[in-house]
Antibody, heavy 120, light 110 residues
């Protein structure tokens, strides 16, 4: 079935790095834009980044620009989020989500999420 | 990239209808047809309920409907059922290749 599975979360000290992965199955990964969305504990959803189906374009929320990098390997059906210079405010559950169409039409498939905790 | 405005809570009795609003600006909700609504139960991932203002993905009951007027989008849940109790989030394309979510509304079925 159509599925996204995140991994790579954990506890990390402020200023350190972490790389999240999102493995896709059940659909043609290389034809869809994929997003990262996060949710801080007890808070709402926050869009983080998007990458075009072919990796040609990448866009970020202002608060992570210059620190986070989204990438994908279509040969491995896998999405990544490289997070550098982590801050306490980055503590959240991180979800990868597939766009229903081209880029910002709606996120129709979500992973179960992976938890990132930034703490000293 | 300011969050869209949703009421923190809404409620209704089984069988009734409830409408949740999502207010933005002409730079997001009012400027584009790319408004979506998500349902999230505690400890679960969000689920897409409405996209492109009023379209329902396959499998979403037709009790859920979406609309937009000016800078405000709305989600209406008709014939409320106990399983509809959840948090609901709106989102909108906000220009410059960005997406913005609302703060979320907790829907309680009385």
């Amino acid at each position: 079935q159509v599925q996204l599975v995140e991994s790579g979360g954990g506890v990390v000290q402020p200023g350190r790095s972490l790389r999240l992965s999102c493995a896709a199955s059940g659909f043609t990964f290389s034809t869809y834009a994929i997003h990262w969305v996060r949710q801080a504990p007890g808070k709402g959803l926050e869009w983080v980044a998007v990458i075009w189906y072919d990796g040609s374009n990448k866009y970020y929320v202002d608060s992570v620009k210059g620190r986070f990098t989204i990438s994908r390997d279509n040969s491995k059906n896998t999405l990544y989020l490289q997070m550098n210079s982590l801050r306490a405010a980055d503590t959240a559950v991180y979800y990868c989500a597939k766009d229903i169409s081209k880029s910002f039409d709606g996120l129709d498939v979500w992973g179960q999420g992976t938890t990132v905790s930034v703490s000293s | 990239q300011s969050a869209l405005t949703q009421p923190p809570s809404a409620s209704g009795s089984p069988g009734q209808s409830v409408t949740i609003s999502c207010t933005g600006t002409s730079s997001d909700v009012g400027g584009y047809k790319y408004v979506s609504w998500y349902q999230q139960h505690p400890g679960k991932a969000p689920k897409l309920m409405i996209y492109e203002v009023s379209k329902r993905p396959s499998g979403v009951p037709d009790r859920f409907s979406g609309s937009k007027s000016g800078n405000t989008a709305s989600l209406t849940v008709s014939g409320l059922q106990a399983e509809d109790e959840a948090h609901y989030y709106c989102s909108s394309y906000a220009g410059s290749n960005s997406l913005v979510f609302g703060g979320g509304t907790k829907l309680t079925v009385l």
